[in-house]
């Protein structure tokens, strides 16, 4: 958690509302018609800059005492929506990021409210959306397109950034007022006694979601205790599911299918490519089934399952999805096959829901620790004893 | 948060009762509404729902609140058992910690 460390990639003077240039930037390709780039009959000056291209979501600039600032549309077009898909998924860009600085939505005035938000594109894009029909100021961090919390909790969205992006985008000439919304998730890294030292705004916490920005800025920039209580529905668990998913199943999850192959074939007849098929692809299939109790099933089931332990509740799960994978098996399973089959899927399933525990806005570090110290001795005894029935389980065929 | 409780009795949430002056700012960003602002002093109403975010602790003025904050993510904490250095979290997709 470093706070003093400058961000890298933007210096503050980059406009904001270009897009970075195309080496480190992952604007979607596809722009479609209706989204066409800015630069309405009008701008005069030239936006375009050799390397940067202006994203389809600024509407038009206009001139203030600090600069020219972009103005940006609050309907999402079918290019953020797209952007947002493929971002779920790690398809073709792992940082989904926008320029830093000063944005507005509508036509602020030097009494608009100043909203302080992160330069991931899908946090952007959500605040603008849900900025409908308001006149506000955005001031964007650079958080190197990360969302406010997991930013806030590395110390990029904090107090130095604040600091340092309210003095370059010149907010004490914009506006009249001397206070800054800043996201109540973002006070885990700001620290709004010192902002105030140091630069002179006062730190106003908004609320947790975007979508209740309106009815607190409508309310005098007073949230309801409602606003200030994270939540964690049903959607939003599954939609860490792909994340989850991409985390287990990459190269390392590979490696892990060939080697159990591999472990498959061999058997008394030494090594056999039918036994390779069949033993070692039901392994896959059991890891398989492990990993998504654990990862998905697990997470969408959470506030049901019995016990406070992810890795507990994981173990459940697992031991259901076990139980129907070894009574639905297509062809005998055998005894030793079969108690392989009832320990690795709850152990896999086990650790995969331990894992979650990083992904949850509820879980603390000392009970995740505690958890896993008690967890993972379970966890690689029931995953070693697996492996030795499995492997016995060819000899005793 | 109903339904969302994780274990009992870890949490390094501390108060000092003398040291506060009132000001509210802990109550506000606390996400788990532990803490509880009344008659100028706050008091800590529901210790097992913090999840040692730090943000109250950060933001209070005269420092009546420690914690150990950090990150509740299973595959950082494995990574600095095996490294030493005190957990980060190396995932930068949203959701994850
Ligand atoms: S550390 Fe976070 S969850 Fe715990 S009391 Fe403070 S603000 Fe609330
Ligand atoms: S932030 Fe500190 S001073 Fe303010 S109410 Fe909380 S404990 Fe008291």
């Given amino acids: ?16 509302g270009l897009a970075l240039p195309m080496t480190d930037t992952c604007c979607p390709s596809v722009t479609p018609a209706d989204e066409a780039p800015c630069c309405t009959p009008g701008s005069d000056a030239n936006d375009d800059l050799p390397g940067y291209r202006v994203w389809p979501f600024v509407e038009d600039w206009f001139d203030t005492p600090a600069g020219r600032v972009p103005r940006v549309r609050t309907r999402l077009g079918p290019a953020d929506l797209l952007g947002r898909w493929a971002m779920r998924w790690g398809i073709g860009r792992d940082r989904y990021r926008i320029a830093p600085g000063l944005y507005a939505v509508g036509r602020p005035d030097p009494a608009a409210p100043v909203l302080v938000t992160a330069n991931y594109k899908m946090t952007f894009d959500l605040v603008r959306r849900d900025l409908d029909g308001v006149d506000a100021w955005i001031l964007v961090l650079e958080t190197r397109g990360i969302n406010v919390w997991c930013a806030a909790g590395k110390g990029t969205f904090g107090t130095e950034e604040v600091v340092r992006r309210a003095k370059a985008a010149g907010l004490d000439r914009l506006v009249s007022h001397r206070k800054l919304v800043v996201p109540q998730l973002g006070a885990v890294g700001v620290a709004a006694h010192e902002v105030r030292r140091r630069c002179g705004f006062s730190v106003v916490y908004g609320p947790i979601r975007s979508r209740d920005l ?27 599911a792909p994340v989850e998913l991409r985390g287990v199943l990459g190269k390392p999850g590979l490696v892990a299918a060939l080697a159990l192959v591999v472990l498959g074939g061999l058997g008394p007849g030494v090594f056999s490519q039918a ?47 076990a139980a129907v994978l070894a009574a639905g098996w297509p062809g005998p399973l055998g005894a030793w096959n079969g108690l392989a089959v009832l320990l690795a899927v709850p152990a896999t399933s086990s650790y995969c829901a331990m894992n979650f525990t990083g992904s949850t806005p509820f879980t603390s570090p000392s009970g995740v620790e505690r958890e896993m110290r008690r967890a993972i001795p379970w966890q690689a005894a029931a995953a070693a004893t697996a492996g030795i029935a499995w492997l016995a389980g060819a000899f005793a065929a | 948060m109903n339904g969302f409780r994780y274990l009992e009795g870890v ?8 040291r506060c002056v009132g000001c509210g700012l802990c109550q506000a960003v606390c996400p788990h509404g532990v803490l509880a602002v009344a008659d100028g002093c706050a008091r800590i109403v529901d210790r097992d729902g913090c999840m040692e975010c730090g ?18 993510c299973a595959s950082a904490i494995i990574k600095s058992w095996l490294t030493g250095a005190p957990p980060t979290c190396g995932c930068d997709t949203d959701g994850c910690c």
């Fill in chain 1, 1 to 16: 958690m470093d706070a003093s460390r400058p961000p890298d990639g933007a210096g503050p003077h980059r406009p904001s």
């Fill in chain 2, 55 to 72: 943000a109250c602790a950060r933001n209070c003025p005269v420092e009546a609140l420690a914690v150990s904050a950090g990150v509740g």
């Fill in chain 1, 275 to 321: 036994a390779a098929a069949t033993r070692g692809l039901g392994a896959v299939a059991a890891t398989l089934a492990g990993v998504f109790a654990g990862a998905v099933a697990t997470p969408a089931l959470l506030p049901w399952l019995p016990w406070r332990a992810f890795s507990a509740k994981g173990a459940a799960v697992g031991a259901a999805a």
């Fill in chain 2, 11 to 18: 949490t390094t949430l501390a108060l000092d009762p003398d």
């Fill in chain 1, 214 to 240: 309106k009815a607190f800025l409508a309310a005098g920039l007073q949230a309801t205790p409602e606003m200030r209580r994270v939540r964690f529905p049903l959607g939003d668990r599954i939609a860490l």
